[in-house]
């Protein structure tokens, strides 16, 4: 099926790995024109010469300053306005893993509200003036399941990404008949590199396959398989994050889409 990138003009944050390179390098195969972003230049660069993109943004999205830069940076390498966001730039900036919400200091709140909802915020509305303009834009924030089933431990995390998912269906509310749609992608537990690499040393293993890891984990009690067998992969994100960033998409706006093989138990 042909989606329509061809020549369409995305930034995808936090694309120097994991979740948000797959989806970089899926929408640059389907025709778009991608810039790629993170805040280590050599990262960034090594995936944007890889899938053939526009260019590079560099910039923490923690801070306004930051945002700012990254969008200027996108705007420049695409030669025009961006007209697919991929808010994908996250995950806990505090690593609580261990403490409960009353043991996490207000200042680690504040950090996972910073990295994980504003830094999507201060995004969107820079970019959003532009594709009110051309009457076209797709905004995609990458959540979590825990914004919707949180654990009791890490929730200055999971918080914040519940506050994305509030931001999205406001903000989807907000621009209507604009031509601009905005949804929440929420993935379940993805093997990322970052997930393989911190396994294998956990289980003193250099070659481990996914599989072992995974039953490893699953073993150790560190999780349940979910319904679908086994754990997510980034592709499996870049897949409905490519379909939500077709112009064919239009009438899909301010939902929630699951990627996490069932592991939420809900009706939606
Ligand atoms: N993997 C999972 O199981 C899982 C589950 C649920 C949700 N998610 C969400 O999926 C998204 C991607 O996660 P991932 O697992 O693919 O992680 P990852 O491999 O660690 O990649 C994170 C990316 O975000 C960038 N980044 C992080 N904080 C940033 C900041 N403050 N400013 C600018 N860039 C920042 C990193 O850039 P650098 O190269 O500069 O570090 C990197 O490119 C996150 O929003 C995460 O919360 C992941």
Redesign the pocket.
Known sequence: MDLKLTGRRALV????????EAVARMLAREGAAVVVH???RD?AGAVATDIGAAGIAL????TDE?AAAVHAAAVGALGGNIEILVN????SSTGNTTKTPAEIAIADWLSNYN??AL?SVRLAQLAIPAMKDAAFGRIIN?S??VAVQPNNLGSDYSAAKSALNNFTVSLAGSLKGAGITVNTVS????M????IRFARSKFGDPNMSIEDITARLVAAKVFDLPPAGRLGT?EDLAIVICTLASPLSGFVTGANYRVDGGQVRSLN
């Open positions: 944050t936090g694309s120097s790995s994991g979740i948000g993170g805040r280590n990262r910039g923490d999205l923690s930051g994908n730039a996250g995950g990295a994980n830094s990458v979590s399941a993935p379940g537990i993805i990322v590199d970052g997930l980034p």
